[in-house]
């Protein structure tokens, strides 16, 4: 079927929407691509929905081809499941949730863990079931403090989950590496440019997990490679290599100093720098203590918290969330400063910590015997060559200082570079953390239950149309590839003359028989509107019915290079379906 | 790709679910096609889905054959639309209701007209952008008092919506019959035995309106037809013919009688009878008084409504709420009665009523002229020859009364018939109910505004699994049309000999590469267990590989008519591509 410009639901806008920042959430609302219904609400237009039908395709295509069994669970769920594993609390404010009108509690599911583990404990039975992977293309919710970027970070978005089931860690690894085949093979169709990097598992349980980012300078995921391995992870997964312990014997005792008005890193290593101490102190000699509060998910109370690190390293608050997960984590206000009377601000070292059993936990730079000044819980006192493992022992280390371009790679081989993407796949061991909540077990071969061991492996396949369109686009709109174009060619009638709009509809009804995606622009608008119009909406191949017919050609517009080739008109319908593989 | 029953995630049942009722329910329970997650919401297994799948399919076909363009609004959506025309309010308890974590708040979507008549009017102005038919198939929420019969009535079910924007009333009604004539080509496919019946409109406002029902003893929809034209109605919408008024002039005046121990229609008739009035009275010449109470949409306080109707019949709740709607209804309680004490109780009149100013609608047949012995108002005293325009003045009349077999037609050809059926389709003239909600307006060819007039019309998607279902089994189990069946042909591979495994692999492969859709039992169970299961999937064709193979023969039956042939196994593939017409 041709589409026809003439009545497609399209109206292209000039302006970029007042809402939008990003390039592709600006080019899919002016494309006429989807529109906005609420924040973080999208509805999708004529044009987008083909692309997302055609992402969604291929997502299928791969997830069978690796025997995934397509099947859908209900987005409107029962709290049961979720409470049983902990997940109705422990998701809070971004979880919708709502009443029936009996008062039941419901859910509006942010992904299906429970309902696939409950469904697989209910059809099968024997160890000659497993392995199997089951997957959903399904609408999902999550009430996101900040929707933002169009379809990028949306709060009802459609996500490709899928979930293996294994009866070994070895299964789980075979069904792991899998998904991860069949998500390169997705994305490389797709036409993405991106990295795969070790991932923080954060509130999901389990081990290994990596994440597929979309290189994207506008990306909302910070990411660091190595410059010389191969290494690469998300921020909130890099480890701090730590340095060796150092021996407590025969070092220099603690030392109490005066330090008037050095509330800060700065002017305190000023002052030791002029203090006539016979060393020199830079800001990673000093260990600053950053108070901060956590609380457990369905909790009343919060609890304090101190994260101590060297002191030319700020505190990354999504690392330190990702280390306190499942919990919550805020900084002090001064309602709580004020409730603490033993936090001298500006001067809080370990000594008050500890006296007042507050849980303290350091970078791992803060290894054993290493010295350090940092506050002595007086006004203008800070305490030089207090040793850890000596004058302090920590209640653990923790990740949650800033990671810096030039930092060592956590697997040794050279330095890290920071870069940014857009999450587009995240594949997880799971392990047996729904197994064990929900017991699901297969009876083995000589009768004994084996628990089973499970996997997640998540697209977000709504977000995969703005993770293109941000990739792929340039001044004049977007730019897709032929897979998931909305069509294959956009014939564009430039010109009233009679035998131009003839010529133009022959060669849309014969490319469009030729099994061609044809979209044709029948309407009255000038050449100029129309041009402007084929860039904006961003197929791939544009050909241009025109002046040129006078001498018998057509123009063939290749979008991606800009590169303009003049096709005698008898042969175009063969030329393009040779461009386009048909 | 084959589906393998030895991998399938596919567990069929000897038992009937405990909550099932219905044939259909039980049976795609049974036959592993769907599970049950909570009350009225369900999960798609693989053969569910497929099944679903292709009626999607079907569906959008057609839907695209009218000019329909599909586009997808959210299931979630802000409160401001509804409230805007009303519905919020009006939809009552069936609507489920959220807020978000900033207090905001949001409905799951019951249909979409609001969301589509505000995208029209974002995306289109002149009176060249119209008509146009918009359409999307997506997943929709009521929070049914009672979800019943598995799929039939969810509180989680997909849809196809589609609405019609026309400048004229004649553009609208084009647009209603091309997707009335789509409809019986969808319904005609998937192989539905069906009735087009007037339907009442209900909440949705506007005029014309018809709705599909299947036909199966088990729906929940009552309708009628006439035994002799082709007059069909449901339920809601069958009209009663006023009898001519009669004259007023020179009747006999009303006359109170002492009718002790009468509260009764039946107790009443029998008194009057034996009175010596010199006539016979029926309980059709007794006007029964039913009160009830209505409250509008967002209103605090509850109405009382007093429904005069012919004591042969009763109120139909359901016919006498599509009445009343939008406003709810409900039968007084004794709180009630105990708060009205002009109520007499058993000899309600409607002297009572008039003077305290309640509203009273009365049944069509209850004309000006007509007498009635009815209640005065008084215990054990009851009032003959009360003459309607005379003796009392009804506010209005109603459709209340109960519709019975043997009634005439409303057309005034012949009687009607009652039969039940299952909802499938609704087509609906909607009018400019909501473009005058959100003044929808198209420039015309003059610069004046034109006001768009509106059509909706919905298929239950994810019901007609369970319609078809319903009509379409036996007591062995699924009986799929060919289209929409989850595959062609249902290979049995029934035995343990070698020859009979490898040739009913390799039959699965020559079919799969034919282009037909195979599911293989490739299983190590019996051939009885396997021949159940076949039965109960319900694919059209079944091939069996079995002992007939040591003489060169495999068995097709047919799923339908249950009828085996004998076919050369060199032949079959040929054969089954002819019946299939692949």
Not at 284 to 296: E, I
């Amino acid at each position: 079927m041709i589409t026809r410009l003439s009545t497609l639901f399209l109206r292209t806008l000039r302006e970029d929407p007042a809402d939008a920042e990003m390039p592709s959430h600006k080019l899919l609302v002016r494309a006429g691509y989807i529109r906005r219904v609420s924040p973080g609400i999208y509805s999708w237009l004529p044009l987008g929905l083909r692309v997302l039908r055609n992402i969604e395709a291929v997502v299928r295509q791969e997830m069978d081809a690796i025997g995934g069994q397509e099947i859908q669970f209900p987005a409107l769920l029962p709290r049961e499941p979720y409470q049983a594993t902990g997940r109705w609390t422990e998701y809070g404010a971004d979880l919708f949730r709502l009443r029936d009108r009996k008062g039941g509690d419901y859910l509006l599911g942010p992904t299906h863990e429970e309902l696939f583990t409950l469904t697989v404990k209910g059809e099968l039975s024997s160890y000659k079931d497993y392995p199997v992977i089951l997957y959903q293309v399904q609408t999902k919710y999550r009430d996101e403090e900040r929707p933002r970027a169009g379809i990028l970070r949306g709060r009802e978005f459609l996500m490709k989950d899928s979930y293996s089931f294994d009866l070994s860690d070895e299964g789980l690894a075979r069904s792991y590496r899998a998904h991860r085949e069949a998500y390169i093979k997705i994305f490389d169709r797709l036409g993405l440019r991106y990295v795969i990097v070790s991932a923080h598992s954060g509130a999901m349980g389990g081990s290994k997990s990596e994440e597929f980012l979309a290189e994207a300078e506008t990306g909302e995921d910070t990411f660091v490679r190595s410059t010389e391995s191969g290494y690469a992870a998300n921020v909130e997964a890099v480890t701090t290599p730590a340095p060796p312990e150092l021996p407590i014997a025969g070092r220099a005792p603690a030392q109490v100093l005066h330090t008037p008005d050095t509330p800060t890193i700065d002017t305190l290593v000023e002052h030791l720098n002029g203090a006539g101490l016979g060393r020199t102190f830079s800001a990673a000699d000093t260990l600053k203590n950053v108070m901060v509060k956590t609380r457990q998910p369905g909790a009343q109370q919060w609890e304090l918290l101190g994260v101590g690190l060297p002191g030319d390293r700020e505190v990354d608050m999504k690392r330190l969330a990702a280390s306190l997960a499942p919990a919550e984590v805020a900084l002090l206000d001064d309602a709580d400063f004020a409730a603490y009377p033993f936090l001298v601000k500006g001067y809080i070292g370990p000594g008050a910590l500890a006296a007042n059993r507050v849980r303290y936990l350091v970078d791992p730079r803060v290894a054993r015997g290493t010295a350090w000044a940092t506050g002595a819980d007086r006004p203008d006192h800070h305490v030089i060559d207090l040793l850890c493992g000596r004058d302090f022992t920590p209640n653990g280390t923790i990740e949650a200082a800033q990671v810096c371009a030039g930092d060592p790679s956590p697997d040794g081989a050279g330095t890290l570079v920071i870069a940014r993407g857009i999450e587009i796949g995240h594949i997880f061991q799971l392990g047996r953390k729904y197994t064990d909540a929900f017991a699901l077990d297969a009876l083995g071969p000589e009768g004994t239950p084996i628990r089973i061991t499970m996997g997640s492996y998540g697209i977000g396949v709504s977000r995969l149309v703005g993770a293109i369109a941000e990739q792929s686009h340039d001044a004049y709109g977007l730019l897709w590839p032929r897979e998931i174009a909305p069509a294959d060619v956009h014939v564009v009638i430039a010109g009233k003359d009679e035998t131009v709009g003839a010529t133009g509809e022959r060669l849309a009804v014969e490319l469009d028989a030729s099994g061609l995606r044809v979209i044709l622009d029948d309407r009255l608008a000038t050449p100029g509107v129309k041009f402007a119009d084929a860039e904006l909406i961003g197929v791939p191949t544009i050909l241009v019915v025109g002046r040129g017919l006078a001498s018998g050609v057509v123009e063939v517009k290749d979008r991606f290079s800009g590169e303009r080739t003049e096709v005698p008109v008898e042969s175009v319908v063969a030329h393009l379906r040779e461009l386009c593989n048909k």
